[in-house]
Antibody, heavy 120, light 107 residues
Framework: EVQLVESGGGLVQPGGSLRLSCAASGFSFNSYWMSWVRQAPGKGLEWVANIKQEGSEKYYVDSVKGRFTISRDNAKNSLYLQMNSLRAEDTAVYYC?????????????WGQGTLVTVSS | DIQMTQSPSSLSASVGDRVTITCRASQSISNYLNWYQQKPGKAPKLLIYAASSLLSGVPSRFSGSGSGTDFTLTISSLQPEDFATYYCQESYSSPITFGQGTRLEIK
């Protein structure tokens, strides 16, 4: 069974940093692109970033470029999102997600999400 | 960036109704269009990928069509469990973008 379990969310002050982690199991992690998608309270879905299988390609939404870094450790079956210079508008549930095999960007498995709140 | 516009933003329908949701891209995205269903407090679920391919395990009452800039999601006969929010998403180029969502409510 595919499982994606996020951790690391919480309350952080504006300008602060947070590192999200995602533990993957039930599939060959190093064979898939992986993504982070967020959803602000009561709002729609926003794709944040994705990373190729070996980590050689990474893409970001413009609003997080230069502040967020996606990474992965295939030996640990783990995905990460380092978030720096956090802003109030980064407040959201952050989902770890697996890209559908053969169709990068389509997401066939999602974690349960972890809430990040940026507030003083 | 590619903009995705869904219509309507909300929709009221009854069990058994046929429902269509549309999604328009700001530029051609070929068939790189996916549809998701999200229920309150839950993660989204992929229903349709590549515009018209039904994900394994998704009921056949769901179907998708379109190419280029105009796409549709159709639910042929609404079931009680289908009342949710639906999102389209383009995966043609980065940054990947979602539509704003269509909330499907019980009439």
């Amino acid at each position: 069974e595919v499982q994606l379990v996020e951790s690391g969310g919480g309350l952080v002050q504006p300008g602060g940093s947070l590192r999200l982690s995602c533990a993957a199991s039930g599939f060959s992690f190093n064979s898939y692109w992986m993504s982070w998608v967020r959803q602000a309270p009561g709002k729609g879905l926003e794709w944040v970033a994705n990373i190729k299988q070996e980590g050689s390609e990474k893409y970001y939404v413009d609003s997080v470029k230069g502040r967020f870094t996606i990474s992965r450790d295939n030996a640990k079956n783990s995905l990460y999102l380092q978030m720096n210079s956090l802003r109030a508008e980064d407040t959201a549930v952050y989902y770890c997600a697996r890209d559908f095999s053969g169709l990068v960007g389509a997401i066939d498995y999602w974690g349960q999400g972890t809430l990040v709140t940026v507030s003083s | 960036d590619i903009q995705m516009t869904q219509s309507p933003s909300s929709l009221s329908a009854s069990v058994g109704d046929r429902v269509t949701i549309t999604c328009r891209a700001s530029q051609s995205i070929s068939n790189y269009l996916n549809w998701y269903q999200q229920k309150p407090g839950k993660a989204p679920k992929l229903l349709i990928y590549a515009a018209s391919s039904l994900l394994s395990g998704v009921p056949s009452r769901f179907s998708g069509s379109g190419s280029g800039t105009d796409f549709t999601l159709t639910i042929s006969s609404l079931q009680p469990e289908d009342f949710a929010t639906y999102y389209c998403q383009e995966s043609y180029s980065s940054p990947i973008t979602f539509g704003q969502g269509t909330r499907l409510e019980i009439k």
